[in-house]
């Protein structure tokens, strides 16, 4: 099993006939998927998303691929093929369009539609492809034959993509519900026909790969989520995914059965469901939607609403619900708030706060815990092996999870019988070369998290993050020091303030001579360099916090000559 290292040198030319792969996003974490590929100069772009931040990353709105190792090449990319339309798969295009506007994007209808409604935003017109099942397009060197998926979203695609080099099949992110509410199963029988045409290498979803058995399928949702509407006798509001149109229609199902009216809250929920409606995707009754304002002059019990905020996200509707700052919606004892989604990896801290903010305001929250109010969109461990034996790779790369689930499916591709040698496990920026139908990994790129803080993007690093991490956990000191520019004594202070550290006024008079003492020998000693003086001032200032509060707070010094 050829594994990623971090050693790798800077990969060699690409041999001539050779087919390149590198995935700078989506390996190592549920997010920020982008795969490119490379053939005879010219490049192919799978996918281009984002990754939401965690507690880690304070402060931080969205993480980027890094698109660095193609930036001084975008004349050679030929498309960016987009296989469906969540934000960790479309939501950094405009980010990459930014860049050089008119490269081609080639998706389903309601894919493209999703992204361009977010090109729109900022004033980006694409060149759009519109593209189904079934549907070969040649893209410069490469072509492309698109095959129907089943997803968590409408119009989810897989691509198969054919070149001299060989034959790639990327499944997307796919499932195998064999009752889809819109009937589009996934195509089985395409899949068997690459592998009898012969699939040199596989890029397949690995999210669900330690989970054993098949999915269950969305059909089962809906009797679940009529059964809550039955019980609840005050005013219901369900949070998903704001591009999850089954499941919003079963939520739209169920408030038309029990006499509700139905009101989508949240800018994308509101957005996104409107395209789908007007694709013919997400089914309305006249008189079922009603507008917020109208929402809150009804009784409770004839109401239903339809939220963003499934994954805790402070920002969306149900969190600020939850927080009691939402504009028109305030919860209250008798609301049943129905969490109709999963958690991501990463998000379980933030949705169970949620859960418990909306609790303590009186509200009866249903979630996947407590019931069957969710159905996973990715294949589990059962269905991955059946893919395998369908489409029988020479070469398989997982794709799209974390390392353990990365290594779940490579242990999966042994046992359907792909070789060990022949399972290639990467991380972001690992470069992998198909050559006389073999896969191997042979050298890595930079690719690193690019971070968007506000309207800035990329000028937020790991070291600044870490400082914002320190002062997150022990607050900020700042200390002032007057010191005589020829003989280096003290001339005026040290004072101290601090911000996050303790509200005790007289916390920091025992430093104050100690921070003296400490300069005045400095200048025995003629050092009167005031960078010196500073990390004198830090050291004294940090030994001292350390020994009497177990503390790191961030220290800042300023040492003033005159």
Same mark, same amino acid.
């Given at each position: 099993?050829?594994?990623?290292?971090?050693e790798l040198p800077a990969p060699p030319p690409l041999p001539e006939g050779g087919l390149r792969v590198i995935p700078l996003g989506g390996l190592g974490a549920i997010g920020r998927n982008m795969t490119v590929?490379?053939?005879?100069?010219?490049?192919?772009?799978?996918?281009?998303?984002?990754?939401?931040?965690?507690?880690?990353?304070?402060?931080?709105?969205?993480?980027?691929?890094?698109?660095?190792?193609?930036?001084?090449?975008?004349?050679?990319?030929?498309?960016?093929?987009?296989?469906?339309?969540?934000?960790?798969?479309?939501?950094?295009?405009?980010?990459?369009?930014?860049?050089?506007?008119?490269?081609?994007?080639?998706?389903?209808?309601?894919?493209?539609?999703?992204?361009?409604?977010?090109?729109?935003?900022?004033?980006?017109?694409?060149?759009?492809?519109?593209?189904?099942?079934?549907?070969?397009?040649?893209?410069?060197?490469?072509?492309?034959?698109?095959?129907?998926?089943?997803?968590?979203?409408?119009?989810?695609?897989?691509?198969?993509?054919?070149?001299?080099?060989?034959?790639?099949?990327?499944?997307?992110?796919?499932?195998?519900?064999?009752?889809?509410?819109?009937?589009?199963?996934?195509?089985?029988?395409?899949?068997?026909?690459?592998?009898?045409?012969?699939?040199?290498?596989?890029?397949?979803?690995?999210?669900?790969?330690?989970?054993?058995?098949?999915?269950?399928?969305?059909?089962?949702?809906?009797?679940?989520?009529?059964?809550?509407?039955?019980?609840?006798?005050?005013?219901?509001?369900?949070?998903?995914?704001?591009?999850?149109?089954?499941?919003?229609?079963?939520?739209?199902?169920?408030?038309?059965?029990?006499?509700?009216?139905?009101?989508?809250?949240?800018?994308?929920?509101?957005?996104?469901?409107?395209?789908?409606?007007?694709?013919?995707?997400?089914?309305?009754?006249?008189?079922?939607?009603?507008?917020?304002?109208?929402?809150?002059?009804?009784?409770?019990?004839?109401?239903?609403?339809?939220?963003?905020?499934?994954?805790?996200?402070?920002?969306?509707?149900?969190?600020?619900?939850?927080?009691?700052?939402?504009?028109?919606?305030? =919860? #209250?004892?008798?609301?049943? $708030?129905?969490?109709?989604?999963?958690? /991501?990896? +990463?998000?379980? *801290?933030?949705?169970?706060?949620?859960?418990?903010?909306?609790?303590?305001?009186?509200?009866?929250?249903?979630?996947?815990?407590?019931?069957?109010?969710?159905?996973?969109?990715?294949?589990?461990?059962?269905?991955?092996?059946?893919?395998?034996?369908?489409?029988?790779?020479?070469?398989?790369?997982?794709?799209?999870?974390?390392?353990?689930?990365?290594?779940?499916?490579?242990?999966?591709?042994?046992?359907?019988?792909?070789?060990?040698?022949?399972?290639?496990?990467?991380?972001?920026?690992?470069?992998?070369?198909?050559?006389?139908?073999?896969?191997?990994?042979?050298g890595h790129v930079k690719s690193r998290y690019v971070y968007v803080d506000g309207l800035a993007i990329g000028d937020v690093g790991e070291s600044l993050l870490t400082e914002r991490r320190i002062l997150g956990?022990?607050?900020? =000191? #700042?200390?002032?020091?007057? $010191?005589?520019?020829?003989?280096?004594? /003290?001339? +005026?202070?040290? *004072?101290?303030?601090?911000?996050?550290?303790?509200?005790?006024?007289?916390?920091?008079?025992?430093?104050?001579?100690?921070?003296?003492?400490?300069?005045?020998?400095?200048?025995?000693?003629?050092?009167?360099?005031?960078?010196?003086?500073?990390?004198?001032?830090?050291?004294?200032?940090?030994?001292?916090?350390?020994?009497?509060?177990?503390?790191?707070?961030?220290?800042?010094?300023?040492?003033?000559?005159?």
């Amino acid at each position: 099993m050829t594994e990623a290292h971090v050693e790798l040198p800077a990969p060699p030319p690409l041999p001539e006939g050779g087919l390149r792969v590198i995935p700078l996003g989506g390996l190592g974490a549920i997010g920020r998927n982008m795969t490119v590929f490379e053939f005879d100069g010219k490049l192919l772009v799978v996918d281009c998303g984002v990754l939401f931040p965690d507690t880690e990353q304070p402060g931080v709105d969205l993480i980027l691929p890094d698109f660095e190792p193609i930036l001084d090449r975008l004349d050679d990319v030929q498309a960016i093929v987009l296989t469906h339309g969540h934000e960790d798969h479309i939501g950094a295009v405009p980010y990459l369009l930014a860049h050089k506007p008119d490269i081609p994007l080639v998706g389903s209808r309601f894919t493209l539609a999703l992204v361009e409604a977010k090109l729109a935003e900022r004033r980006i017109t694409p060149y759009s492809l519109t593209v189904v099942e079934g549907q070969r397009e040649q893209l410069g060197p490469f072509e492309a034959e698109f095959f129907a998926v089943n997803h968590s979203i409408p119009d989810a695609m897989a691509v198969a993509i054919r070149t001299p080099a060989g034959l790639v099949l990327h499944t997307g992110d796919f499932k195998m519900d064999q009752l889809p509410l819109d009937g589009r199963i996934t195509d089985l029988a395409g899949f068997a026909r690459l592998g009898s045409e012969g699939v040199d290498l596989l890029l397949s979803d690995s999210t669900n790969a330690e989970i054993p058995g098949f999915v269950t399928s969305e059909r089962q949702i809906g009797p679940v989520i009529s059964s809550i509407f039955a019980k609840a006798t005050g005013r219901i509001i369900v949070a998903s995914f704001a591009s999850h149109v089954h499941r919003v229609q079963q939520v739209l199902d169920a408030a038309e059965e029990h006499g509700r009216k139905v009101a989508f809250i949240g800018r994308s929920m509101v957005r996104n469901m409107g395209i789908a409606r007007d694709l013919g995707l997400l089914h309305l009754s006249p008189g079922l939607m009603i507008g917020i304002d109208e929402a809150t002059t009804l009784p409770p019990e004839q109401i239903v609403l339809m939220s963003t905020g499934s994954q805790g996200e402070p920002m969306s509707a149900l969190g600020r619900m939850a927080t009691g700052d939402h504009r028109h919606i305030t =919860i #209250a004892s008798g609301d049943t $708030v129905v969490l109709a989604s999963s958690l /991501v990896p +990463g998000n379980e *801290t933030s949705v169970y706060r949620v859960i418990n903010q909306l609790a303590r305001q009186g509200a009866t929250v249903v979630h996947k815990d407590v019931a069957k109010v969710h159905v996973s969109g990715h294949s589990p461990a059962g269905e991955l092996l059946y893919l395998l034996n369908v489409v029988k790779p020479s070469n398989l790369m997982p794709v799209h999870g974390e390392w353990r689930h990365l290594r779940a499916h490579a242990r999966l591709g042994v046992e359907s019988g792909v070789a060990p040698d022949r399972i290639v496990l990467c991380e972001d920026g690992d470069v992998v070369d198909l050559v006389d139908g073999r896969a191997e990994l042979v050298g890595h790129v930079k690719s690193r998290y690019v971070y968007v803080d506000g309207l800035a993007i990329g000028d937020v690093g790991e070291s600044l993050l870490t400082e914002r991490r320190i002062l997150g956990d022990g607050g900020f =000191i #700042a200390v002032t020091v007057v $010191v005589d520019s020829v003989t280096g004594k /003290v001339v +005026g202070g040290p *004072t101290i303030s601090q911000k996050g550290f303790s509200e005790d006024p007289t916390a920091f008079d025992p430093v104050l001579p100690l921070i003296t003492q400490a300069l005045d020998r400095a200048a025995a000693d003629n050092i009167t360099d005031p960078h010196q003086l500073q990390q004198l001032v830090r050291r004294v200032v940090g030994k001292w916090v350390n020994e009497a509060y177990r503390r790191r707070p961030m220290i800042v010094p300023s040492v003033l000559e005159v």
